[in-house]
């Protein structure tokens, strides 16, 4: 074991020279920082934390993150290695019974100092940095607010035109009914007047009876009259046809069928005569036509 009498040990000077250079934390705000020790286990992969952290600290990036954890492994380690040295000092100290030398209290003092400075600096950093993020995040819960109202104002107006639209299709539902019921008012009307109509006809007087009956008979009379006098008209009809029928009734002749024709005899008279008959248009009679047309 190496004992240090009038100077500090590396690992002492080493770690306050690392404080000195990034600060206690690494100038992350105090609010910040907080957050991060309360996720921050040495355990657990640099991903894993980053990923936890990010909502935690929507004011640093994943880069950030990762860099911070990094210092922070490297402070822990140089925690470390100072308490060591520190325990390593004391029991010196104790086995030799001597007390530090002046050098290295006054050294100590001004390390004391300089760490209070620092500290003090960095609070004041920390100060302007929580006072920022405190107006960041007033800013963020004021636009949160305002979309807030947004979409209140949206939902509103989107419930004002349903309740519009709700309106306009009872409207429409009670015309249809009033317009529905009065047709089966006008209907109801109309079949109470054929009630009424037909109650008027059937309470007719014995008198207005006598006169349809008669007149429904002699309705009756007329049309059996009609249809007698057509029964009589188509009996006499097929007696006279039966009569005629004798006479028009034709016989065929099956010799006539190898008979010649009057044309056929006229031409044969004609061959025998020396004389040709003129056979198709020619042959057939016309108008006569004036010698200066006919050859036109």
């Known amino acids: 074991q190496t004992q240090h009498t009038d100077g500090l040990h590396p690992a002492v000077v080493e770690f306050d020279r690392?404080?000195?250079?990034?600060?206690?934390?690494d100038k992350w705000g105090e609010f910040e920082q907080q957050v991060f020790l309360s996720i921050f286990h040495e355990g657990r992969s640099n991903v894993e934390m980053v990923v936890e952290m990010g909502p935690a600290l929507p004011l640093k990036g994943p880069d950030q993150i990762?860099?911070?954890?990094?210092?922070?492994?490297?402070?822990?380690?140089?925690?470390?290695?100072?308490?060591?040295?520190?325990?390593?000092?004391?029991?010196?100290?104790?086995?030799?019974?001597?007390?530090?030398?002046?050098?290295?209290?006054?050294?100590l003092d001004k390390v004391g100092e300089r760490k209070r400075e620092l500290y003090e600096r960095e609070r004041q950093e920390r100060l302007a940095h929580l006072s920022?993020?405190?107006?960041?995040?007033?800013?963020?819960?004021?636009?949160e607010e305002e979309e807030k109202l947004r979409r209140e104002l949206a939902a509103a107006e989107k419930e004002e035109k349903r309740k519009n639209a709700a309106a306009k299709q009872r409207e429409k539902v009670l015309a249809f009914k009033e317009r529905k019921q009065r047709e089966k008012e006008d209907r109801d009307a109309r079949v109470r007047e054929e009630e009424r109509h037909q109650r008027s006809l059937r309470n007719v007087s014995s008198t207005d009876l006598l006169r349809l009956h008669e007149k429904n008979m002699k309705i009756v009379e007329r049309k059996q009259l009609r249809e007698q006098e057509k029964i009589v008209a188509e009996f006499e009809q097929r007696e006279r046809l039966e009569r005629?029928?004798?006479?028009?009734?034709?016989?065929?002749?099956?010799?006539?069928?190898?008979?010649k024709t009057k044309g056929q005899i006229a031409r044969e008279q004609d061959k025998s005569s020396g004389v040709n008959p003129v056979v198709g248009s020619r042959g057939m009679p016309h108008r006569a036509v004036p010698s200066w047309r006919a050859g036109l």
Do not use: C, F, M
């Not at 920022?132 to 636009?143: G, I, T």
């Open 18 to 25: 690392y404080v000195a250079t990034h600060g206690p934390t």
């Open 66 to 107: 990762v860099s911070h954890i990094e210092w922070y492994r490297r402070y822990l380690t140089l925690e470390a290695a100072k308490r060591d040295a520190l325990k390593e000092w004391r029991e010196g100290r104790r086995k030799t019974g001597k007390n530090p030398s002046p050098a290295l209290n006054l050294t």
């Open 132 to 143: 920022a993020y405190k107006v960041q995040k007033e800013l963020a819960r004021v636009q």
């Open 244 to 259: 005629l029928k004798p006479r028009i009734e034709a016989k065929s002749d099956p010799s006539r069928l190898l008979q």
